[in-house]
Every structure is written in structure tokens, then in C-alpha cells.
């Protein structure tokens, strides 16, 4: 489980870092290119989910990650013997989900600034955070059509 607590605590250091430091630099509303026409960093708040689905909703948002957490714990985690691929798919995922988490206990919503603008459609701010649970998803579809139902290996169990 060493490769679950370690990438689980890179994702959630790596991403309130990157997060603190714009804060500092930036403030909330402001925005630099750094490519232009592709690519800006949008210092932004998002007081609900995915696209601002649930705006205002912090507190729900904050128990709903708190059941996802420990769902995930107790379905997936406790007590199983997973694989290294196994220990980091959940790593990021829930490295992911504890990122967002902090931001809606400590500011009260999820502090977004990546802006991309490809061919000519501004794509929805989003963080590492977000970046983290998207690819968690994949590693962990992979699992499951590779046949591991619950996303544990056979020789795991």
C-alpha cells in the first residue's frame, strides 16, 4: 500500500501547491496567456461540481466527497492485496478527490485555472484535481475491462 498513500499524497501536495502559489501570485478573477488563442491560466472559483453542475451546493459537495472517500475505501482498499497498477489508480483518484475537498473546506469552493481554447471552443476551467480523478477513471475502466471485477485483480483476492 505504499505506492497508494505515496501517489495519493504527491496528487493532493502537488495540486494545493500549485493551487496556494496562483492564489498568492494571481488572486481569484485574474488570468495571464500563456499561449495565445490555446492556452491561459484562469485563477477561478467553482462552487459546484463538474461544469458548475450543483453550484452553491459546498456543503453537499463536501459530504458527497466523504461518502465517495470512504465508499471507495471500503469497496476497493480495505483489506484487498492490490496490485501496484491497482494501488496507483486509486492513489490518484483519491489524491483527486481529497484536492477538491480541501478547497471546499478552506475557501469554500474548488479553485480552478486551467483555460484551454481549442478551435475556437473555451473548454470549462478545470485543476490538477479534476486532471487527477479523469485519468483515475480510465486506469481504473482499464481494470475493469481487462476483467477484474471491482477493480481488484483476480490474484489480488
Do not use: C
Request: proline share 1%.
Amino acid at each position: 500500500m505504499k505506492k497508494f498513500y505515496g501517489v495519493t499524497l504527491g496528487i493532493i501536495l502537488l495540486d494545493q501547491i500549485i493551487k496556494n502559489v496562483l492564489l498568492f501570485l494571481m488572486g481569484l478573477g485574474n488570468s495571464f496567456t500563456v499561449i495565445s488563442n490555446f492556452f491561459n491560466i484562469t485563477l477561478i472559483g467553482n462552487t459546484g461540481a463538474a461544469f458548475s453542475i450543483l453550484s452553491s451546493n459546498t456543503l453537499f459537495l463536501i459530504i458527497i466527497s466523504i461518502v465517495v472517500l470512504n465508499l471507495i475505501y471500503f469497496l476497493f482498499i480495505k483489506g484487498k492485496k492490490l496490485s501496484g497498477y491497482e494501488q496507483i489508480s486509486y492513489g490518484v483518484l483519491v489524491g483527486g478527490i481529497i484536492g477538491n475537498l480541501i478547497d471546499r473546506v478552506v475557501h469554500g469552493q474548488v479553485i480552478d485555472y486551467l483555460d484551454f481554447n481549442i478551435f475556437g471552443y473555451n473548454f470549462p476551467v478545470f485543476n490538477l484535481a479534476d486532471i487527477a480523478i479523469v485519468i483515475s477513471m480510465i486506469f481504473i475502466a482499464i481494470l475493469v475491462i481487462k476483467g477484474d471485477k471491482d477493480g481488484v485483480s483476480s490474484k489480488g483476492k
